[in-house]
């Protein structure tokens, strides 16, 4: 280290025409539009400068003004730039329902409805046999009324929005009656009491955070009651001294006192639960002929569609509902529809919907078939006589989603034991890949978890670690 002179050394900076003029930055920038080239250029300089500025009294020695490293910075950014924020990722984490990582990925059969409805027009909002305007939610209305027996159906963007919409249709300005153990906070913070004071509607609770009693409900009713709420506590389970009402003693006491009752399923369940080791979720079906007034579920949780706030229950409440001016700011796109549509069509049409949904057949693969995937992937990761460990070891995964929030499934996965690095490096390294690998970290080893990954997958995670590995060994040498 040595002392410079700081305005000195901001005139080693080479200017941005000077950057822009050399032959390696007009190859690199020949794809892309030149205000971009020049932006990258003027964001890294000022960055330098900046960096310059913020030292006490001594800057570093090196090369880091040379226009050969300045050059090579910029075209490392230009490249970023030119890549997509929101990628593909492997999913070898284990988490069926994984909400950072995008929830459901969807069946074949919906990707191709999207890519067909997007390519040309369509009737999102025409009516072909009347030759004049109709509704978009007609064209799911139907099918998600023949799957779950429900009086009608309505279909908005999200889960959150479905449920801020039936409140804010059925109890703004008035209380909404619901269990203390109930009032769940769901992903990214937003709470069921924020949702309800948003929709103005009044919070009511009842009962303790353990313990609540069909007599709380019953006491807590008064003129200002417009709706009993119950919410499916899906990301968590209360175990113990506990007790609670179910749908069949709140649809009894709603019809006894004309109030109207509304369960929040979170992650819905179309189905009855057969993967091995699962305990039974109840299903939409079973709820709605508990008698429920009205239900609310996910699209793209356990359905195994795209994102959608599914609204099912009895006709007069719905047709309430689909007249909220809200509707418009919460409706669900062509995109979104089609793929929703076609993933109803397979649970309708397919018997064989198990294994065409990619979240039901990850939830019902055999413990054996994950334990033959886990042993190839082994035998050809040693078979490249890489610097790592490797076993195949059985394991559990989970199925995420908020859905099962205590329950573990039975998988096999691949752990690995990095020599010339540590487990850490060798994780963030993974995500550093094309595309990026999502592992996670148990005992200071890497987990693979099979249940997660696509049949294709595999050969790419083992190329991707013995690249990985070939070039930080070569390094080294």
Known sequence: ?????????????????????????????????RSAVIRVVQTLLAEKRKNILALAEEVPEGDELSMQVIQQQVIDRLQKTGTPSLTRVINATGVVIHTNLGRAPLAEEAIQRMVDISRRYNNLEFDIARGERGARYIHVRKILQDLSGAED???????????????????R???????????IEIGGSFRIPEIMEQSGARLR???????????????AVNEHTALILKVHPSNYKIVGFTSDVSLSELRELGAELHIPVMFDMGSGNLVSSESPGMLDEPTVQDALHEGVDIITFSGDKLVGGPQAGIILGKREYIKLIARNPLTRALR????????????????????????????????????TTLKRRAQAMARELKKRRLPLEVSAMKDSSKI?????????????????MPQTMTSQDLESSLRACSPPIISRISKERVILDMRTLFPEEAGLITGSISALLSQ???KTV
């Not at 300005?173 to 009032?183: A, D």
Request: proline residues 4%; contains cysteine; positive net charge.
């Open 1 to 33: 280290m040595k002392k410079l002179d700081k305005q000195g050394y901001l005139r080693k900076i080479p200017s941005v025409n000077e950057i822009l003029g050399t032959p390696e930055i007009q190859q690199a920038g020949k794809h892309v539009h």
């Open 153 to 171: 159906a309505f279909v908005v963007n999200n889960n959150a929005a479905a449920v801020l919409l039936c409140l804010s249709t059925l109890a």
């Open 173 to 183: 300005g008035k209380e909404v009656i619901i269990s203390r153990g109930e009032l």
């Open 205 to 219: 609770e009842v009962g303790t955070t353990n313990r609540t009693h069909l007599k709380d409900y019953r006491t």
């Open 332 to 367: 669900i796109d062509k995109l979104t529809l089609a793929a929703l549509e076609e993933t109803l069509r397979i649970y309708y049409l397919d018997p064989d919907y198990r294994n065409r949904i990619p979240v039901l057949q990850m939830l019902s693969v055999a413990e």
């Open 400 to 416: 995420g989603g908020g859905a099962y929030p205590v329950q573990n499934l039975p998988t096999w996965v691949v752990s690995l």
């Open 472 to 474: 930080r060994s070569a």
